[in-house]
Antibody
């Protein structure tokens, strides 16, 4: 069974950093793109970033503006999202998903709260 | 960037009735290479992760009840629930994967009347 599990969320002050992790199982991880999507409180789903199978093709949403870095380690079957320069409007549940072009397997999400 | 606009923002429908949710993209999401539209629909219930219902605009994901269907092409798409069930209460999103950055519609909240 396909599983995706996020971790690393928490409380951070504005300007701070966090590293989110996403561990995958149940499928050949190195065959798939992976994506991060977020949902701010009371808001809709918002694409954040995605990365191709070997990490050589990466894309970000415009709001990222160099503050976030997506990466992956196929040996560990994991994808990461390094968050820096965090702002209060980055407060959200961050979801990791397998990316078959559409997003077909999602984790439960990890909450990032940015507040002073 | 492609902007996705859904309508309505919310709706309340009686059990057993038909539900129609619309999604419009600011640019065509049709892929001439495979004659398909790069459009997916998701169902999102509180406390759960989103779940894909439809991809390539009209292909139902495995395990999704056949009361859910998708249609449309180019810039205009529709998600239809043929007969609303209580468990269908959720927020529904369209998503274009035609070009990066990917983008979602703002969501349509579906409730029971």
């Amino acid at each position: 069974e396909v599983h995706v599990v996020e971790s690393g969320g928490g409380f951070v002050q504005p300007g701070g950093s966090l590293r989110l992790s996403c561990a995958a199982s149940g499928f050949t991880f190195s065959d798939y793109w992976m994506t991060w999507v977020r949902q701010a409180p009371g808001k809709g789903l918002e694409y954040v970033a995605n990365i191709n199978q070997d990490g050589t093709d990466i894309h970000y949403a415009g709001f990222v503006r160099g503050r976030f870095i997506i990466s992956r380690d196929n040996a560990k079957r994991s994808v990461y999202l390094q968050l820096s320069g965090l702002r209060t409007d980055d407060t959200a549940v961050y979801y990791c998903s397998r990316d078959s072009a559409w997003f077909d397997a999602w984790g439960q999400g990890t909450l990032v709260t940015v507040s002073s | 960037d492609i902007v996705m606009t859904q309508s309505p923002d919310s709706l309340a429908v009686s059990l057993g009735e038909r539900v129609t949710i619309n999604c419009e993209s600011s640019q065509s999401v049709f892929h001439s290479s495979n004659n398909r539209n790069s459009l997916a629909w998701y169902q999102h219930k509180p406390g759960q992760p989103p779940k894909v219902l439809i991809y390539w605009a009209s292909i139902r994901e495995s395990g999704v009840p056949d009361r859910f269907s998708g249609s449309g092409s180019g810039t205009d798409f529709t998600l239809t629930i043929s007969s609303l069930q209580a468990e269908d209460v959720a927020v529904y999103y369209c998503h274009q994967y035609h070009s990066v950055p990917h983008s979602f519609g703002q969501g349509t909240k579906l409730e029971i009347k």
